[in-house]
T-cell receptor
Framework: DAKTTQPNSMESNEEEPVHLPCNHS???????IHWYRQLPSQGPEYVIHGLTSNVNNRMASLAIAEDRKSSTLILHRATLRDAAVYYC?????????FGSGTQLTVLP | NAGVTQTPKFRILKIGQSMTLQCTQD?????MYWYRQDPGMGLKLIYYSVGAGITDKGEVPNGYNVSRSTTEDFPLRLELAAPSQTSVYFC???????????FGPGTRLTVT
């Protein structure tokens, strides 16, 4: 069964970069790597996705290992509003399975 | 655009009652999804739909039913509510390619 592993929690100081890791132990060759986040009392929010190459958008960067068995979500300058649970769900785009994610705390 | 809207925001049901959770999207997305999120846990997929008239089971479909008669609407039906269905329910939609899912604000359901 495909599985992703993330640390339960991480801390960062405000305005510093944050690197959130995810291990994809059995990702299939055609599955994209997705990242979502969930702010307190809100629905999840799409952050970024990629297949093999590193990706950038206005919210974050995604670094994908060459063997695709791990990825890192990079927030270049964390703000207090980035405090959330970050998920790297496994599976195909139509059937994503979300684990417990990483609770990111941003310290002022 | 309102995006994905869900009603109601909160609901308390007694054991054995039934209800329908409403979900509507105005982005003309083909794909729609229902998830549940138990306290402190991640989301679990209940049902999904790839277009009007087509639905499929997700990871935890037991106790739920769905229909998709239009592109916009994807209601989730709970029959014979049980305490184990106490959860927050999220509806989501995505466009062609299904790469980015847009989530609604959720419905908090308590069954007592």
């Amino acid at each position: 069964d495909a599985k992703t592993t993330q640390p339960n929690s991480m801390e960062s100081n405000e305005e510093e970069p944050v690197h959130l890791p995810c291990n994809h132990s059995t990702i299939s060759g055609t599955d994209y790597i997705h990242w979502y986040r969930q702010l307190p009392s809100q629905g999840p929010e799409y952050v970024i996705h990629g297949l093999t190459s590193n990706v950038n958008n206005r919210m974050a960067s995604l670094a994908i290992a060459e063997d695709r068995k791990s990825s890192t979500l990079i927030l270049h300058r964390a703000t207090l509003r980035d405090a959330a649970v970050y998920y790297c769900p496994r599976g195909s785009a139509r059937q994503l399975t979300f684990g417990s994610g990483t609770q990111l705390t941003v310290l002022p | 655009n309102a995006g994905v809207t869900q009603t109601p925001k909160f609901r308390i049901l007694k054991i054995g009652q039934s209800m329908t959770l409403q979900c509507t999207q105005d982005m003309n997305h083909n794909y729609m999804y229902w998830y549940r999120q138990d306290p402190g846990m991640g989301l679990k997929l209940i049902y999904y739909s790839v277009g009007a008239g087509i639905t499929d089971k997700g990871e935890v479909p037991n106790g739920y039913n769905v229909s998709r008669s239009t592109t916009e609407d994807f209601p989730l039906r709970l029959e014979l509510a049980a305490p184990s269905q106490t959860s927050v329910y999220f509806c989501a939609s995505s466009g062609q390619g299904a790469r980015e899912q847009y989530f609604g604000p959720g419905t908090r359901l308590t069954v007592t």
